[in-house]
């Protein structure tokens, strides 16, 4: 239940803070201004992108609307299945969940994704993808930890247990 709940707030989080930093965005800029910058570094530069993370593949909203779609359903069922995980791991699938529904968000209502964080060097992007890229870092990261783990204390996981370890 913990792990469910570590999901859901974390889900939560993002996409408030996506919807909160993408308004902000729309009510202080026009699409192709840039707005704000931090030296060389950082610059807030307000773009309209019908593609994926970080403007790939554009024009392909109908494709990542059911991208979107299908990993939601994916975390949905298995925060349902599974009872217990790590922190990480439940903060790790809401970040990505979150990152997909701030995302699909824009996709449904406007056809587009506001984008706006500019590094200079990295294509312009939002809140959600940050959140989609350290989610799926976090989850890479746990799974490695874990396998390493399992590796050095001789533990083989079976898949021919059952859910109470038995087999």
Same mark, same amino acid.
């Given at each position: 239940m913990?792990?469910?709940a +570590?999901? /859901? /707030?974390?889900?939560?989080?993002?996409?408030?803070?996506?919807?909160? %930093?993408?308004?902000w965005?729309? $009510?202080h800029?026009?699409p192709?201004?840039?707005?704000?910058?931090w030296?060389?570094?950082?610059?807030? %530069?307000y !773009?309209?992108n019908r593609?994926a993370?970080?403007g /790939? *593949? @554009?024009?392909?909203?109908?494709?990542?609307?059911v991208?979107?779609? =299908?990993?939601?359903? $994916?975390?949905?069922?298995l925060?349902a %299945?599974?009872?217990?995980w790590a922190?990480s791991?439940a +903060?790790?699938?809401?970040?990505l $969940?979150?990152?997909?529904? =701030?995302?699909?968000w824009d996709?449904l209502?406007?056809?587009?994704?506001v984008? *706006?964080?500019?590094?200079?060097?990295? @294509?312009?992007?939002?809140?959600?993808?940050?959140a989609? !890229?350290? =989610?799926? !870092?976090?989850? !890479?990261?746990?799974?490695?930890r874990?396998?390493?783990?399992?590796?050095?204390?001789?533990n083989?996981r079976?898949?021919?247990h059952n859910r109470?370890g $038995?087999?």
């Amino acid at each position: 239940m913990r792990s469910r709940a +570590i999901l /859901l /707030l974390t889900a939560a989080l993002v996409v408030a803070l996506d919807r909160w %930093t993408k308004a902000w965005v729309r $009510a202080h800029a026009v699409p192709g201004e840039t707005f704000w910058h931090w030296g060389r570094v950082v610059a807030f %530069t307000y !773009v309209l992108n019908r593609g994926a993370a970080f403007g /790939l *593949f @554009p024009n392909g909203t109908a494709l990542f609307v059911v991208v979107a779609i =299908g990993l939601l359903a $994916a975390v949905v069922y298995l925060g349902a %299945t599974r009872h217990h995980w790590a922190v990480s791991t439940a +903060i790790g699938f809401g970040l990505l $969940a979150g990152g997909a529904i =701030g995302n699909l968000w824009d996709r449904l209502g406007a056809g587009e994704v506001v984008d *706006f964080i500019n590094l200079h060097w990295w @294509p312009v992007f939002n809140v959600a993808d940050s959140a989609i !890229v350290v =989610g799926m !870092v976090l989850l !890479v990261f746990e799974a490695w930890r874990r396998d390493s783990g399992d590796a050095r204390s001789g533990n083989t996981r079976s898949t021919s247990h059952n859910r109470r370890g $038995a087999g």
